[in-house]
Structures are given as structure tokens and as C-alpha cells.
């Protein structure tokens, strides 16, 4: 008779050490199937050369690379979720499928579907916790309401780790658990429709240097000192347990920054209409431009705001932008050029590697004033003095701005102090007297 079976699927915690899941399944009493879907209601939404797909090509062959020493691999299908689990339920006397918990409003509707699916053919469907040290349900107020200012969620969320501690989940010392299975040739690329070849990304490590210097650097683009990790936390490479203890150790602004992504997440959690809303329902009455001329230049980096151009450039050719800087063309584009946040949050969520649904949204819904806990709307960055500020030398914008201080260089788009002006008369318009802050 087949062997009874469990299942680990891999999603966003693409590695073998720390992963809460994977050690469930495998201390569970049986021998575990690792598989990973490439999902092409996913990949549908993405275009050819987007660089995500091909980082996770790449991790789930270093993955098997690893596994190669305990004579296994992951499966790697590819389809919708649904139709592959038919398959494996069909292929596989399965008696539980093991997942670590993804808090995205599609990831949720896609699990519950899968958990009614397997449920249905006799087996069983168990998540954890593993992307977060706490979600959305473990940090409330007294009165049992969620947090939707900063500053008490990270006193409670403090609080609560140096009572309970981080943990940790041994899963590599178990991998003799998996079940044994020949190295099989992974679908390319090219027959998924999307671009092969090399792309540099960022390093999968703690560094430790970097952590400790990270208040007195992460204001300064131009010096490149940020840990760059926020891809490694979105697809799970890296454990968040381990940030959060190096962030522990060496350095409370970084820390700050991971509390910050969990509170960002239990707003989605709560609030998940904040997708295409403002979480303060007043701004909604903002009258946006649709200017697509603008949000072209924008989009192109050719706003003759020094500062903003050298973000969206680095960003078109990296995927990535200086958290500084993403703070500044925000709201550039939100409060200068008065476009809906939601095209720019767009526009992010196509090119950042790191992207994150839930730290986007919120982000952006900061900087044009409409989120949960952000600056008063008539706060207005000013591009120039920020750049002043933090690249006083032009080093950040020299180097993705070639064309700076030559005739090359375009015209500003817009004044300064005529774009505030009229933001600010097209958010008082919008909003009723007290409801602005």
C-alpha cells in the first residue's frame, strides 16, 4: 500500500533553516513532501522581464542544490493551486499539507479555498505563523481593537517580545525527514514566458556593521549603507526571527523599521479595503489629477527634481529605491503633481523587488496624508531641501542623473511653492475642518 504522506508547500519563507512550517510537518511523524507552485494566476499579472520570478527560479535551485545532500528536492509545479493540488491528492495518500500563514486578502481567499479542497478529500490543512513575530490578532489594545497609531503598537509590540521572546524553529536539523526523490529538471524560464539571464541582487545576509550604523546612515542615499534585506523578508529567504534578534542586539531604528512592516500588516488585516481606499475615508474626496503626461515624467524620472529623478531611475533599472527617497517622490507625486496615490502605489508594486502589499500601501497612504498615522496633510517635503539635506553633495542623484547641472537636464515641471499652494487648497477643499490631521 502507498505510504501515507504530509506536505510542506512553500510559498514566502523560501529557505530551509528557522521555517516554522517546514519544521511542523517535519517533526510530525511522517515523511514530508516539500513542493512549490510557480502560480500562473500570479504569474499571469506580471510581465516577461519582471525580476521576481527569476529570483525565485533561481532560490528554488539553490534550494535544491541544498536538498541534493539528503538525496530529495522540492517539486516544483506549475499551474493554479487548485488544479495541482487535485493532481498531488490523486498521486499521493496525504495526510496533511503544512503551510506557513500569507496575510494578502488574495493569499487568504487562495488558502481557504485549498483547505476546503484537501479537506474534502479526507486530509488535513495546517498553518503557522512564520513571516512575522506577531500578526494581526496579537497585538491589540485593552479594549480588544487593533492599533492604528505607530507609536503604542511598537511600545505593545516591544512589550510583548521581551516577554515572550522570538524563538526560533530548528527545521535544518530535520531535513533526514524529507522524503527521498531524484533531482527532477525544474520548468525554465522560458516555457513559464518569462526572461532568464543574470541580475545582481541583494546579498542574503545579516550584516552586522550595517545594522549597527543604520540610524546614523539610512538617511543618505548616496552612502549605500541600508541592509537591503526587504527582498529577502518578502520571499522569506531570510528568517524574520533572526532580524529581529540582530535588530535586538545592535540596533533599535532598525528594529523600528521591522515593527513597522508588522504594523503595517495587521492594518491590512483589519482594514483590507485600505487596497483601493483611503483608510481615512475623507481623502477619497480629493479631486486627483489625471494628468498621464505627468505621471509619464514622473514614471520616467524626468521631473527636473534632481532628488525625484534619481529614485525613479534607480528604481526602473534596479528595483529597487532608497527608503529616503521613496518618502520624497511620493510626495512628489501625491501633494506636486496631485495624482491618486493609488497610480503610484501601482507603479511600485510593478517594480520593487521588495515589494510588500501591505508596507506599499501603507507607505504610500502616508505620504498623501490619507493613511492610518500619517503626517498632517499640509506636511509637504520639499525636493530641493531634501536634497540639500541628505545629498548635499549630489552624489546619490550624480550617479543615476548623468545629465544633472548640464543643458541636458529638463526644466522643473512644476514650482515648488505653487505646487504646495494648491495642494493645499485642494486638500481643504476635500476636507472637512478637523479632519485634516
Known amino acids: 500500500m502507498t505510504e501515507i504522506i504530509n506536505i510542506f ?9 528557522d521555517n516554522r512550517g517546514l519544521y511542523e510537518a517535519l517533526k510530525a511523524g511522517r515523511k514530508v513532501l516539500p513542493v512549490f507552485i510557480f502560480d500562473t494566476e500570479i504569474l499571469s499579472k506580471l510581465k516577461p522581464d519582471d525580476k521576481r520570478v527569476l529570483f525565485i527560479h533561481n532560490r528554488i535551485g539553490e534550494l535544491n542544490n541544498q536538498l541534493s545532500a539528503f538525496n530529495t528536492c522540492i517539486s516544483v509545479y506549475y499551474g493554479t493551486p487548485t488544479d495541482i493540488f487535485s493532481q498531488i491528492l490523486r498521486e499521493y495518500r496525504v495526510e496533511t499539507v503544512f503551510v506557513n500563514r500569507d496575510y494578502e ?4 481567499r487562495r488558502d481557504k479555498d485549498i483547505a476546503a479542497l484537501i479537506s474534502g478529500s479526507g486530509a488535513g490543512f495546517r498553518s503557522f505563523k512564520d513571516q512575522v513575530l506577531f500578526e494581526a ?18 511600545r505593545k509590540w516591544l512589550e510583548k517580545m521581551h516577554h515572550d521572546g522570538i524563538g526560533r524553529y530548528s527545521s535544518e536539523s530535520m531535513l533526514p525527514t524529507l522524503i527521498r526523490q531524484d533531482q527532477s529538471q525544474m520548468l525554465s524560464l522560458e516555457k513559464m514566458g518569462f526572461h532568464p539571464g543574470t541580475f ?3 546579498e542574503m545576509s545579516i550584516q552586522e556593521n550595517r545594522i549597527a ?3 546614523d546612515h539610512r538617511n543618505f542615499p548616496g552612502i549605500d549603507l541600508t541592509t537591503r534585506l526587504g527582498l529577502h523578508l518578502r520571499f522569506g529567504t531570510i528568517s524574520v ?32 479595503s485600505v487596497t483601493n481606499r483611503a483608510f481615512k475615508p475623507a481623502y477619497d474626496r480629493i479631486q486627483w489629477s489625471g494628468n498621464e503626461n505627468n505621471f509619464q515624467r514622473w514614471c520616467e524620472g524626468t521631473t527636473g527634481y534632481p532628488l525625484v529623478d534619481a529614485g525613479m531611475r534607480e528604481l526602473n533599472q534596479t528595483g529597487f529605491m532608497h527608503n529616503r527617497v521613496r518618502m520624497v517622490v511620493a510626495s512628489f507625486l501625491t501633494k506636486h503633481l496631485l495624482i491618486d496615490w493609488r497610480w503610484g502605489e501601482a507603479y511600485f508594486a510593478e517594480k520593487l523587488l521588495d515589494f510588500e502589499l501591505s508596507s506599499n500601501n501603507g507607505n504610500w497612504q502616508w505620504a498623501a496624508g490619507c493613511g ?38 529638463p526644466d522643473q515641471m ?3 511653492t505653487e505646487a504646495r499652494n494648491r495642494c493645499l487648497k485642494i486638500y481643504s477643499e476635500a476636507l472637512k475642518p478637523g479632519e485634516g490631521g
Request: aromatic share 20%; with cysteine.
Open 9 to 17: 508547500w512553500f510559498r514566502r519563507d523560501l529557505r530551509l533553516n
Open 200 to 202: 545582481r541582487f541583494p
Open 105 to 108: 486578502p488574495a493569499a487568504i
Open 414 to 416: 512644476v514650482e515648488h
Open 137 to 154: 490578532g496579537d497585538i491589540l489594545k485593552p479594549d480588544g481593537k487593533p492599533y492604528v497609531v505607530f507609536t503604542p503598537y511598537s
Open 213 to 215: 550604523g543604520y540610524a
Open 241 to 272: 526571527r533572526d532580524c529581529i534578534t540582530a535588530g535586538k542586539a545592535l540596533s533599535q531604528a532598525w528594529l523600528n523599521e521591522l515593527i513597522w512592516r508588522e504594523f503595517f500588516m495587521q492594518i491590512l488585516a483589519f482594514y483590507p
Open 372 to 409: 492610518c498615522d500619517a503626517a498632517p496633510y499640509f506636511r509637504i517635503f520639499n525636493p530641493t531641501e531634501q536634497m540639500k539635506k541628505f545629498d548635499p553633495e549630489a552624489v546619490y542623484v550624480k550617479r543615476w542623473v548623468p545629465e544633472y547641472g548640464t543643458s541636458g537636464y
